[in-house]
T-cell receptor, first 113, second 111 residues
Framework: DGGITQSPKYLFRKEGQNVTLSCEQN?????MYWYRQDPGQGLRLIYY???????QKGDIAEGYSVSREKKESFPLTVTSAQKNPTAFYLC????????????FGPGTRLLVL | EDQVTQSPEALRLQEGESSSLNCSYT??????LFWYRQDPGKGPEFLFT???AGEEKEKERLKATLTKKESFLHITAPKPEDSATYLC????????????FGPGTRLSVLP
């Protein structure tokens, strides 16, 4: 079964702590994306990667970092510099090229203790 | 200025009561408009892609249409299981392969 997995489903962050959200896909997609979703707002792009070992900042990259060492994996780290991290985080992937559909994982809800 | 807007923000229907959701966009150089369904606490599920004005796509009780400035998601004889938030996203020349999402319409279908 091809798809995108995200873990954990819920994550709790303490003050000053960095936390990492996992995203894995077995769709053989080249492009991967991280979005943040807050109530009443559209999905906002944090980071994206079109190819292994390369990634670009999205609209709200401050306080976040990513890596893309493998095609299948695109982990997101929420650093202590992100002052308002409570949100629903969504990972997506797509084939390379224009007009390609993005497919989403189940999401991780991050809460601050 | 918001590039993608959706209306209404929330919609409550009785089972069987047909209606339409709107997605308006102001981007130029549209490459594609994408509709997704999102259930509470879950990731968005892809429904349709529309590429050019006049195009229509259908799936069960849902039908999506596209003009040069907006898209409609028509829901015919909805059932309670159609209750969800419906998101639209656009891909345009200015944004490369990236999407710009609207805020969504929260649909409730009452039995």
């Amino acid at each position: 079964d091809g798809g995108i997995t995200q873990s954990p489903k819920y994550l709790f962050r303490k003050e000053g702590q960095n936390v990492t959200l996992s995203c894995e896909q077995n769709l053989n997609h080249d492009a991967m994306y991280w979005y943040r979703q807050d109530p009443g707002q559209g999905l906002r792009l944090i980071y994206y990667s079109q190819i292994v070992n390369d990634f670009q900042k999205g609209d709200i990259a401050e306080g976040y970092s990513v890596s893309r060492e493998k095609k299948e994996s695109f982990p997101l780290t929420v650093t202590s510099a992100q002052k308002n991290p409570t949100a629903f985080y969504l990972c997506a992937s797509s084939r390379a090229g224009n007009q390609e559909t993005q497919y989403f994982g189940p999401g991780t809800r991050l809460l601050v203790l | 200025e918001d590039q993608v807007t959706q209306s209404p923000e929330a919609l409550r229907l009785q089972e069987g009561e047909s209606s339409s959701l709107n997605c308006s966009y102001t981007v130029s150089g549209l490459r594609g408009l994408f509709w997704y369904r999102q259930d509470p606490g879950k990731g968005p599920e892809f429904l349709f892609t529309l590429y050019s004005a006049g195009e229509e796509k259908e799936k069960e009780r849902l039908k999506a249409t596209l003009t040069k400035k907006e898209s409609f998601l028509h829901i015919t004889a909805p059932k309670p299981e159609d209750s969800a938030t419906y998101l639209c996203a656009v891909q345009a020349v200015d944004y490369g392969q990236n999407f710009v999402f609207g805020p969504g319409t929260r649909l409730s279908v009452l039995p």
